[in-house]
């Protein structure tokens, strides 16, 4: 049985789907990106992973002693956030909740988020205020906060972008290490330099999806549709190798 | 010493007294329910609940019942509820629901008082709902015993229920994913939003509540790095204002709820000051 997986899965808002006929499976370490067109519905399968939103049809499994709400979540960063008064600390600790059924945080939350904070060193911003923080620093908070909530796996969406090269370098040795470890990466992203870390691909398609390993994938007719795709996007951007 | 001798003397009237203690409580649990709701980017719900509210008196007042409380109480929060729990979904967005909400409940007030009151005095009526003029310096024990009740109550759930309050405030999203029960939370902070701004209502009108909910949010923001430090400043600075305003009004007699917005403002243009000095 695979941490999770999705047979014939639709997903989409109010009984209507925005993609469907998923089919894919994520077994404990895998590394899988999730990529596809604008508004094909990427983001809308991870909150459907995250069981934010239900899923219109087929189904969605999740097992291997995984729990619905063991899966951390990298979210794009929002509006909200860019002047909230809030430590990295307090930001971080957060995630921890719902380990504990206690109203207040104990020894062992705060053991664990420093431990997390020391891993992606920022253990001596601990203080600092969230809003302050560069746009990498903040992913790293906001990284933490979803370490301490799940060590399974690890949704992250389009982590990259937004970051300057070398923070996006940082971020994806830091998911290597994290995936080493075993913590099962999901990721969707627009940065064909995110294949390359990857053991799965899923290509959301509104025709035609494509599941497979990266192997396959960097062999499939998807792929090119993918690089046509960024080099349209990138056009006034990086150049594409 | 005269000021001294003037505060003495008018601090030994019950009236009086009554005022401070309402005025204190309900400034310290708006000031922390006010916190969420910048953070939440509901600036403007006091303002529009306080409208829902004036519709209610209006109705309170058409029906001749004259404990108005409880009519408005149940229409704000029902309303706050609405607004809170609903007012982001994607057709209709938070402020541009407040505004309908507001303007909808402050026509609908004023049809009814004008088609059915008899009332000679309209305009006074309405002028004392808006503003809040005299009104904090004629409440009862009973006004007061119901403010303390339900600041106390606000600030209890506010201690057992902090952790949680802070994850859904920073990120409804990731609270859900972990399983947090966020609509619970949420229709929680509406009910007490309602019932703070029915009651902030006395303090200094409908048209001023804007101010207790935001100013020391904001004035706290300017200085605090931390979501504890940011909420216990504000409520401190709310404290402070609440009691200098109602202090001021009565010395120097001008409206109670306009002083206190006075020293607000006065307030957060220091504060802005330190914090740029800061950084
Ligand atoms: N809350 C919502 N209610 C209804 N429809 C929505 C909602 N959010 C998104 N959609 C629609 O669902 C479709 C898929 O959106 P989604 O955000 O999943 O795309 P995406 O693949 O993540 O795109 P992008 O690469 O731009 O992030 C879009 O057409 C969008 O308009
Ligand atoms: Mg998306």
């Known amino acids: ?64 002693g995984l729990e619905p709400h063991e ?15 809030a430590t990295v600390w307090e930001v971080a600790l957060s995630g921890t909740i719902t380990r504990n059924r206690r109203l207040m945080y104990s020894k062992a939350q705060k053991a664990y988020v420093e431990r ?56 994806y040795t830091i998911t290597d290490e994290l995936n080493q470890k075993g913590i099962t990466i999901i990721m969707v992203t627009h940065d064909m330099a995110a294949i390359e870390h990857a053991t799965h691909v899923l290509h959301v398609n509104k025709n035609k999806h494509f599941f497979g390993t990266k192997d396959e994938y960097l062999k499939s007719s998807h792929y090119k549709m993918f690089c046509e795709l960024e080099a349209d996007d990138n056009r006034s951007g990086k150049e594409i190798a | 010493m005269e000021v001294l001798n003037l505060l003495g003397y008018y601090i030994k009237f019950p009236f009086v007294q009554n005022a401070f203690i309402a005025g204190v409580f309900i400034a310290l649990c708006s000031s922390l329910l006010g916190v969420i709701l910048v953070l939440k980017r509901f600036s403007y719900i006091g303002d529009g609940l306080s409208h829902v509210a004036f519709g209610g008196l209006a109705v309170a007042t058409v029906l001749k019942i ?90 209890a759930l506010f201690v057992v229920f902090y952790n949680r309050i802070f994850a859904i405030t920073f990120d409804e999203d990731f609270a859900k994913a972990t399983g947090i ?50 909420l216990i400043y504000a409520a401190v600075i709310s404290v402070f204002g609440a009691l200098s305003g109602i202090l001021l009004s009565i010395i120097a007699s001008t409206p109670v709820g306009a002083t206190i917005v006075l020293i607000y403002t006065v307030l957060f243009v220091i504060h802005v000051g330190i914090g740029k000095v800061r950084s």
Do not use: W
Not at chain 1, 154 to 170: F, I, K, R, T
Not at chain 2, 201 to 228: E, H
């Open chain 1, 116 to 171: 997390r904070l020391k891993e992606l060193n920022i253990y001596n911003l601990k203080n600092e205020s969230y809003r302050s923080l560069s746009g990498g620093q903040q992913q790293r908070t906001l990284l933490a906060r979803a370490l301490s909530a799940t060590s399974k796996v690890l949704l992250l969406d389009e982590p990259v972008s937004g970051l300057d090269p070398n923070a996006m370098q940082q971020l």
């Open chain 2, 66 to 155: 004259t404990e108005y409380n409880l009519v408005i109480m149940p229409i704000t929060v029902v309303a706050a509820i609405l607004l809170l729990r609903f007012g982001t979904s994607e057709k209709v967005h938070g402020d541009s629901a407040i505004a309908m909400l507001a303007v909808v409940a402050l026509a609908f007030g004023y049809l009814l008082m004008n088609v059915f009151s008899n009332s000679a005095n309209i305009s006074g009526d309405v002028c004392t709902t808006l503003f809040g003029s005299t009104s904090i310096l004629t409440l009862s024990r009973m006004d007061v015993f119901v403010c303390v009740f339900m600041s106390l109550l606000t600030i």
């Open chain 2, 181 to 230: 029960h966020v609509a619970r939370y949420q229709t929680m902070i509406a009910i007490m939003t309602g019932i703070i701004i029915v009651l902030a209502m006395n303090l200094v009108g409908s048209l001023l509540i804007t101010a207790l909910l935001v100013f020391p949010a904001l004035t706290a923001m300017q200085v605090f790095k931390s979501f504890r430090g940011t």
């Open chain 1, 1 to 64: 049985m695979a941490y999770i997986l999705g047979r014939e899965l639709a997903v989409g808002y109010n009984g209507k789907p925005v993609a469907e006929n998923l089919n894919f499976k994520v077994n404990r370490g895998d590394y899988l990106c999730i990529v596809g067109m604008n508004g094909a519905g990427k983001s809308t399968l991870m909150k459907t992973l995250l069981s934010l939103i239900n899923p219109v049809g087929g189904e969605l499994k999740i097992g291997d």
């Open chain 1, 71 to 85: 899966i951390g979540y990298l979210p794009q960063q929002s509006d909200t956030q860019r002047d909230f008064p």
